[in-house]
């Protein structure tokens, strides 16, 4: 199975996001992201056999994750494949803890994809031919986070999907 962990946004910022996709897919085209489907990826694990899977199960069950807020206020790109996104405009500190310990407990597990380096970001669209970031509206959106998700991705109708295989426990 092909999984990542990522967090997922609350209900209210899911609309909210969901509103700046169908905004920005008008003014750049390309595909959005289904609504149900936004996440921030914080480790992508590529392909992870049975016995993997059922590691990470039973870790991402028993992981204690510190409560934080992530700001988002800034849209940015990734622009060969048409990627738009929104993040933030600076690092977030606690977000990169995050993602240091986690991959810190990721090797321990016996998994060695750490990536060079990590941009926190929520996709919105992809391959958007009118790519641009510059005129888009200002933003400044709160995300609260405390729990984190193991997630498998697969392709169905040749789109993306995300199924949520197991949950970290509220702190
Ligand atoms: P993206 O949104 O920038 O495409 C599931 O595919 C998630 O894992 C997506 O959030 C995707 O990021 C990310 N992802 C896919 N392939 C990846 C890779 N090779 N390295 C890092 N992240 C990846």
């Known amino acids: 199975m092909r999984l990542f962990l990522a967090l997922v946004p609350p209900p209210a ?15 750049c085209g390309g595909r959005r992201m289904p609504d149900e489907s936004l996440h921030l990826t914080l480790a992508f694990l590529g392909e992870v056999d049975e016995a993997g899977v059922e590691a990470l199960t039973t870790w991402v069950e028993g992981l204690n994750v510190p409560a934080g807020e992530w700001r ?14 929104v993040g933030g405009r600076t690092p977030d500190t606690a977000l990169v803890n995050l993602q240091a310990s986690l991959w810190h407990d990721l090797e321990t597990l016996g998994f060695g994809r ?3 380096r990590f941009v926190p970001h929520v ?32 392709t169905e109708s ?8 197991a949950r970290s426990p509220t702190t």
């Open 158 to 165: 040749d789109r993306a999907r995300y199924e949520t295989l």
């Open 72 to 85: 988002l206020d800034a849209w940015g790109c990734f622009c060969h494949p048409g990627i738009l996104w």
């Open 13 to 27: 910022l899911r609309r909210r996001l969901g509103e700046l996709t169908e905004w920005a897919q008008a003014r």
């Open 123 to 154: 996709t919105l669209l992809r391959r958007a031919p009118r790519l641009e970031t510059q005129g888009l509206p200002p933003i400044d959106l709160s995300w609260p986070y405390g729990r984190l998700a193991l997630m498998r991705s697969f």
């Open 114 to 116: 750490r990536p060079s």
